[in-house]
């Protein structure tokens, strides 16, 4: 018997199995990479469009804009808060004489907040240079601003001789330093106290010379003594005793005895001549 041969067709062949070719350990690497950078250039860029530059918040100025402080400031273009100088920042600032103290905060994650202190003026001085001019109590002077009332301040006459005023300037006329000096303790002691004066006058030799708001009296102040203590000795006499009569006849107060009130009424003005505790009268003292 003869056997016939049979072929497979061919669609039915069997494919012989093919070897997998392999990525090597350098390929893995370089996708590595690859695939590293590519995220890293994407989130730069999601980054890049999304971040925040640092603002400034100026805060707590009156007689300075905030765009001055923030020409003074320089703070860089930056949106890294913690890249920026405090300190360096802070130096300009304070640059400015007007300026008595900056504080710098970081408020993360994008604000820099400038808080302000400036200089506050304690009197204004009279006819300088063609002008009046604010006066804080180290004897800076400071631009004129809306917000600062000149008529609740106390003026100060007399500095019509004192040369070199500009905004800015610390003044070091030594007779104009001692009246600041003297308001400076009045207020130390009593915020209140300057409000009874309207005047300090520089034309005494030695002694300071205030003169009341209500009558414009005279009251002289030793300014080497316990100026706090002899303001609290004028307030009692004032307040109690001066103001229950017409002050308009009242000729002075003498502040320079320790602890007391040496006064003089025109008479027939004030009160009828009497022991008062720390006062003396001199009304019926015959004048030389």
Do not use: C
């Not at 800015?168 to 330093?177: I, S, T």
């Amino acid at each position: 018997m003869r056997l016939k041969r049979t072929s497979t067709p061919p669609d039915e062949v069997t494919p012989m199995p093919r070897r997998r070719r392999r990525i090597s350990p350098v390929g893995l690497s370089l996708l590595a990479i690859v695939g590293f950078v590519t995220s890293l250039s994407l989130a730069a860029n999601h980054w890049m469009n999304n971040a925040v530059k640092v603002t400034a918040v100026v805060t707590g100025t009156h007689l300075l804009s905030p765009e001055e402080i923030l020409r003074r400031a320089r703070v860089p273009d930056t949106t890294v808060l913690a890249d920026i100088d405090l300190m360096a920042v802070k130096k300009r600032i304070e640059a400015n004489p007007v300026v008595r103290e900056a504080i710098l905060r970081r408020n993360p994650p994008s604000t820099l907040e400038i808080e302000i202190h400036e200089r506050a003026p304690i009197a204004v001085v009279l006819n300088v240079g063609g002008r009046d001019w604010l006066i804080d109590e180290d004897g800076y002077l400071l631009p004129s601003v809306a917000s600062v009332p000149m008529h609740a301040l106390p003026v100060i006459t007399g500095a019509q001789g004192i040369g070199g005023f500009a905004a800015g300037v610390r003044v070091k006329n030594a007779r104009l330093r001692q009246v600041l000096d003297v308001l400076r303790r009045a207020r130390l002691d009593d915020p209140e106290a300057l409000h009874l004066f309207s005047e300090a006058s520089l034309d005494g030799k030695t002694d300071v010379i205030l003169f009341t708001l209500e009558a414009g009296v005279p009251v002289l102040v030793d300014p080497t003594a316990d100026v706090a203590r002899a303001m609290r000795v004028f307030r009692a006499y004032w307040q109690n005793l001066a103001l229950q009569h017409d002050v308009r006849g009242l000729e002075y107060v003498d502040l320079r005895f320790k602890d007391q009130v040496v006064v003089r009424w025109t008479p027939g003005q004030g009160p009828a001549p009497r022991p008062v505790a720390n006062t003396i009268d001199t009304t019926n003292i015959q004048k030389d």
